[in-house]
Nanobody, 125 residues
């Protein structure tokens, strides 16, 4: 019933840009926290950015501040992650996650109930 579908990943050169999309269905999108997480091979999943759709508040991991921008279009039930100045260390599978509210750490993956399948981002040097 609840569905999150990521798109927009691909292969880019260092310094390039990508825009990821997370299309949501099956729940009240504008009431939820939407987060972007990423997982590189052999590493744990880490939080990248989150947005509260109810008030528009955004959050960023230190590693992406100034480079990534999260935004939401509630009319389209879609959250975007604009990624600029990409570096090889940004290479990972990027996942969209959602929950009604996250009271604790917004970048802890286990605090989210709903997940998409992920989209691969590869940054070459």
């Amino acid at each position: 019933e609840v569905q999150l579908v990521e798109s927009g990943g691909g292969l880019v050169q260092a310094g390039g840009s990508l825009r990821l999309s997370c299309a949501a269905s099956g729940f009240s999108f504008d009431d939820y926290i939407i987060g972007w997480f990423r997982q590189a091979p052999g590493k744990e999943r880490e939080g990248v950015s989150c947005i509260s759709n109810s008030d528009g508040t955004t959050y960023y991991a230190d590693s992406v501040k100034g480079r990534f921008t999260i935004s939401s279009d509630n009319a389209k039930n879609t959250v975007y992650l604009q990624m600029n100045s990409l570096e090889p260390e940004d290479t990972a599978v990027y996942y969209c996650a959602a929950d009604l509210w996250v009271a604790g750490d917004l970048f802890t993956s286990t605090n989210y109930d709903y997940w998409g399948q992920g989209t691969q981002v590869t940054v070459s040097s």
